[in-house]
Structures are given as C-alpha cells and as structure tokens.
C-alpha cells in the first residue's frame, strides 16, 4: 500500500492483506540497498496468522519516493511517523543488517508500542570499507556484486535453497538494481556513519532475539557477539551454515524462530 | 573481492543439495506424484506460498527444481521453471502475461511452432501478433501497437540463422515499457547471456543442446528479474491481487521473480505441462558438460563450414560464422565462442538432389530435432517448416533446396565421408 511520510510517497507491502491497526503488528525492515520484496513469504506469513504485517521500503528503494535517508536516526524517525499515522500498536519488529541498527535506534528513541525485536545477521554498527563505499558511489554494480558475493553463504552460491527455482544469488542482484542511484551508497554511508549502538541497545526494555549466520561475512561472530552482550537477556540462535542472508538462505528454519518469538512474545488474541 | 562460481562449476553443482540421508552425489529422482506434510500449518503454508516447498509434482518437484536452479544459475536469472517441452514453456511464459485482446512482436525468423502458436492458435483466444523482420530493427519498432504487450525472437533465428540484435531491440522494448523474450534454444547460456544485453526472459528448448543427447523432452521459462513490472499498469497479472491465491501480488512478495512465480501458480496448476523428473535427470546430466559439448559442437561446425563452402556439390552455405553471412557482425558481438551449430545450405540440383542427398547419408540423422551430440540433418522446407505458408517460408528464408544441418560431436572426419556419400547420390541426381 501506498501512503505519505512527511508528504513523500511511501511503499509497503502488507502481505497479501489489508493493514489492520486493530491487530497486533509486525514490521519487517530491510538492510541497505535492499527493499520489502527481501521479506515475500515471511510477511505473507504472519498476515495469514493474525498479525497486520507491515515491510515498508525505506525512501528512494523499489516504490518509495526518494531521496534516500541518510542516517540511521532518521530512519527511526521516519519508522515511527509511519507507526503514528497508522496507528500501530502491539508492534514486533524483525529486521535484517542495516534494519537492525535503526529497529535499535526506534526501540531506544519510540519503546512504548514496542512488544519485541528479531534481530537478523547484525552487530551494534555496521563500518563499511571504503572500497564497498567508493564503489557504490562510483560503480553501483560492483558494489553491488561485493554485497551479493560477501552477504550469501554456500546455499546461496550453489543457487540451493528452500524455494522451488528461485537463484538467491540473480534474484538479489536484480532486487538491489531497483533501487534510486544512489540508494545504496546513501545507505551504505549511514551504517557507516551510526555509532550510537551500544546505547541504544542497552536502553532496550522488550523481548530481543538475535538470529546468527555461522558464515556470515559481513556481520561477523565477533560483531554479533557484542550486540548480545549488550543487550539483556536476549534469545539466540545460530545458524551455522548461512551467510548474512538468513531470511533467504534458511527461510524455513528463520521463520519457525520467528513465529516462535513472536508468537510468545506479542500473541494474537 | 567477492568470487562467484563459475560457469562450468555451476553446470555441475548449482542447485542441487547433496541428498542429508543416503549422501547420493547425483541429484536423486523424486519419482512421486507427491509429498507428506509434517503438520497442517506446514501444508496450508505452502498451499498459500508462505513458503517453499513440495506439495505436488505438477507444481514443483526436487529433482525439477535442481535443473531449474542450474538453468537459472547458468543465465544469471532470478528464477526459473520447467516445462514439459520447450512450446510449453512458450505458450506458460506468453499467458502469463498477455490476455485477451493484447499484442506480440515477433521476429519472422523463427521455429516453425513459434510461428504457427503466434499465427494460428493465440488468436483463438484473442491474442495477435506482427511480425518484423530481424535484420531491421526499425521494423520491430514500427510494428508496436498500444496494445503491444511483448516482443519476441529468437537470437540465432531458425532456420535463416539471422542474429537479433539483442541490445536494440531491448532499447525499443524499455523505450516502450514492453518486455523482450528470447528464445535462447540455439546459443544456451554458454555461448550467450541474453539477460547481460537487456533481454527480459528467455526459452529453451532444453531437448537441444541443453540436455544435448536426445533423450528427454523438456522447455525451460527463466525470469531476468530486470523488467519494471509496477512501472505501469499495463501488466496487471504480475502487479493486480490474484483472487485464486488470497489475493497474492507476485511483484510485492516475489519482486525479481514474480514472472516466473506467476508461471508457477498459474500456468502449472490450471494448466499443467510440468517436467517429468526422469526428464529433468537426463537434462541434467546434460548440462553437466554442456561447456565441453558446446565448444566441440562450434569446433566441428567451423570444419563442416570449411568443407561445405569448397564443395563443389554446394550451391551456397549459411551460418553467421561466415563473413559473407548478413549478421556477421552480430554474430561476432553476441556469440564470440561462436554461431551455434546450425548450418543451412543448398545442394546443386536443387528439391530432389537435397532428398537424395539426406536419404544416403547414414552417420548422420534423418530427423526432426537440432542440438543433439550426434549429427542430423533434415529438409524444412517439407518437415519442420511444411506447415507454415508460403509467404512465411520466404518470410524465414527457407528455400526448397536448403538442408538443415545439425552438426553433433563425432569426428569431423567421419561426418565428411558420410556427407561424400549423400553429395555422390545427389550429383547422379543431377546428371541424370
């Protein structure tokens, strides 16, 4: 569905059913230079369970009018003008790499609707190098092929996975191809820019879980390691054969830690 | 810096998940109509694509889905399904998208099935098409009509061998918010990516040189995953609810590869011509060496063409490979590894000296197929091509004397000697 933020036009796919403020909610958020196809099957999952299912494509990626936002503050900001014109209530996020620094961010800055947070293949920052930076700047496809090479793990390579004649590794190139130009270059520099991390988590009050890719290269061990010591009492799981695309290399298994989570944690009524 | 398999590696791995119980290496046919649930929830997730996953062989199947996957992989598609033949996969990948009342163009030179579907049976239900011709790009931007909702062609044209210019006609479908299929049967994505030149989906036949050794029946539609479907509201079936899945939007939840998940919910449940998955084993056994085949297939076809243009029985020689060829030059641009391993040409003394010369040949094949490992031959203009008429035949460049030569992987020198029998036969012909 379409809506205005701030009198821009925003996307968000709601999973195949109308939004419904009356329900418990979940929002799903994409990392850089990704958009809400990244979540197709999680979403479509909980709509048809209950849940009013909200995956909003952050300015200037797929449908969503541009510029693109340029720190992770701001895109806690814009998250919660789009919570507060829906009304949203009851609401678990589940977010993905760059997702998860702003889900902190909203969660440190907008607790109170807050029911839980799933965060997937992330640290407490995110550096980017300079020759991803100076790429996506300057040659958006070969930044683009850097993320796909170093964010998928083995499945994603060999072009397995759990769903019937799908290339995770195509199917990724072509979904950061549809971003503004410089979508992904502005998403990139706010990752790289966020460092108020540490406290941010630190002052989350909900239910956290925290999904690990055993080979993910670009949220290492040793990243996701310290965003659960900083985070209280969150639930954990490994998944020691994906890379940084958990959602897409083990959807199965990521869903059923999900539903699970958020099941218990912001149950329909 | 990131690496990426290769072509050849993922001819042998992509896809397939070595099997978790028994550790088989070959890729195990799931000879099953179908597949038990764990749970309900699990069942009902599927039925209503929450997630992936087997539920009945006619809409996805294990073994299938590795061959898809490798296909998918080998062109740098974002999805891709199997078909029971290549027209199959055709006719799926044009009803996914076109409906009553819409419009193709379509290149003059194409398989003699394309021409017919296009002709004949997609206006029976309110479908038409124009044809252009492949050598003038202008003429497929002029045949563009408001209600143009595809255009089509095949890279190596069948049976002229004219190349599409694969970027230009591109540009004339993204100028026009118009997807551009390409029947890729004769280059395989080995000798050429029609996606890295802007085409948006591609067919195979995958009976031909894909699986390569005439043993299996098979069509493959892979989604390029780089066409802007929401960009207008001229594609409603990839962009509008469909009622029959809850009302499911294939470009919201499936982005790059709604095409093809459209093909799947659609055309594979209400339809059905699904891959057997004995067929989809033999294709990839295939596939495995497709590289090798490929690059002895051109090998053998550059001889045959040295052979053929000094032959004295030889009226004339067709393939792209040659500097007199018209696409020459497109050619060299889309195919470097080389043209296919098509060739037509002409036998001296014309419709009876070509069948005298095709009834004494005895290594190669007498048949109605292409891209086989052994070599055929054929006379079109009364096989594959009998049922087109005669403005169309001149329209594809057949002539009565051409002889389609498909040329496979035995020793060069072996398929020269049989060929020295067929040409002494056709030569009594003429002297007689």
């Known amino acids: ?269 | 810096m990131s690496h990426f398999h290769h072509f050849d590696t993922l001819a042998l791995h992509a896809g397939q998940t070595v099997d978790g119980e028994f550790g088989a290496r070959a890729a195990p046919i799931y000879q099953t109509t179908s597949y038990v649930f764990p749970d309900t929830d699990t069942a009902s997730s599927i039925f209503n694509l929450e997630r992936g996953g087997h539920a009945y062989s006619r809409i996805t199947n294990p073994t299938v889905a590795v061959l898809e996957q490798r296909i998918a992989a080998l062109e740098g598609g974002s999805a891709a399904v199997c078909t029971s033949s290549g027209m199959a996969a055709t006719f799926c990948a044009i009803t996914a998208i076109l409906s009553q009342g819409d419009h193709i163009v379509a290149s003059s030179q194409m398989y003699g099935g394309n021409i017919s579907l296009m002709k004949n049976t997609l206006p029976r239900f309110g479908i038409t098409a124009s044809f252009f011709d492949p050598t003038d790009i202008e003429s497929c931007r002029n045949a563009i009509q408001d209600n143009t909702k595809l255009i089509y062609g095949e890279l190596i044209g069948n049976p002229g061998l004219d190349i599409l210019d694969l970027e230009g006609i591109a540009k004339i479908g993204a100028d026009n918010h118009i997807p551009f299929m390409v029947d890729a049967t004769f280059n395989t994505p080995y000798l050429c990516r029609c996606f890295d030149y802007g085409a948006n989906m591609t067919i195979h036949s995958v009976t031909k040189w894909m699986g390569g050794h005439g043993t299996a029946i098979g069509g493959v539609v892979v989604d390029g995953g780089n066409f802007d479907w929401g960009a207008s509201d001229k594609y409603p079936t990839i962009t509008d609810p469909y009622a029959p899945f809850s009302g499911i939007n294939f470009l919201e939840e499936f982005g790059p590869s709604a095409f093809a998940t459209r093909i799947r919910a659609e055309a594979m449940r209400d339809i059905g011509p699904c891959m057997a998955p004995m067929s989809a084993f033999l294709l990839l056994q295939g596939i495995e060496t497709l590289s090798m085949r490929m690059d002895r297939h051109i090998s053998n076809t550059m001889a045959m063409l040295e052979y053929l243009t000094n032959h004295d029985q030889v009226v004339w020689v067709n393939h792209p490979s040659l500097s007199t060829h018209s696409s020459y030059a497109m050619a060299k641009k889309y195919l470097p590894r080389g043209a296919g391993s098509i060739v037509s040409f002409g036998v001296k003394g014309g419709r009876d000296a070509g069948k005298a010369f095709i009834e004494n040949t005895e290594l190669a094949s007498h048949l109605a197929n292409v891209g086989d490992a052994k070599t055929l031959v054929i006379h079109p203009a009364t096989t594959t091509h009998s049922r087109i008429d005669a403005d169309a035949l001149v329209a594809a460049g057949i002539t009565e004397d051409m002889v389609r030569l498909s040329v496979g992987l035995e020793d060069v020198a072996d398929i020269k000697a049989d060929f020295e029998n067929g040409f002494r036969a056709a030569q009594r012909i003429v002297g007689a």
């Open chain 1, 1 to 269: 569905m379409y809506f205005d933020v701030n009198g821009k036009k925003a996307f968000a796919s709601t999973g195949g059913k109308p939004f419904d403020n009356s329900l418990p909610v979940v929002i799903f958020l994409h990392g850089s230079g990704l958009d809400h196809a990244f979540w197709g099957l999680h979403s479509r999952f909980f709509a048809f369970r209950g849940y009013a299912v909200l995956v909003p494509a952050l300015p200037g990626h797929a449908h969503s009018e541009g510029p693109a936002l340029t720190s992770i503050e701001t895109m806690a900001d814009w998250l919660n003008d789009i919570v507060e014109s829906l009304d949203a209530k009851d609401i678990s996020i589940v977010a993905h790499s760059q997702g998860c620094l702003t889900a902190i961010e909203f969660a440190s800055r907008y607790p109170e609707r807050l029911r839980s947070i799933s965060l997937i293949a992330s640290g407490l920052a995110t550096p980017v190098n300079d020759a991803l930076l100076d790429a996506a700047d300057n040659d958006p496809d070969a930044a683009i092929d850097m993320m796909v090479g170093w964010g998928f793990g083995p499945v994603g390579h060999f072009h397995q996975g759990a769903i019937p004649g799908i290339s995770m590794v195509a199917g990724g190139r072509k979904l950061m191809r549809r971003n503004a130009p410089n979508g992904l270059a502005t998403d990139l520099r706010a990752c790289n820019a966020y460092a108020n991390g540490k406290q941010a988590a630190q002052a989350i009050a909900c239910p956290v879980q925290v999904l690990v890719g055993g080979k993910d290269r670009m949220a290492r061990s040793k990243a996701s390691t310290e965003l659960i010591e900083h985070l209280a009492n969150p639930a954990v799981s490994h998944f020691p054969d994906c890379g940084h695309m958990i959602p897409i290399e083990a959807p199965n298994q990521c869903r059923s830690q999900l539903k699970d989570f958020i099941f218990l944690n912001n149950p329909t009524s």
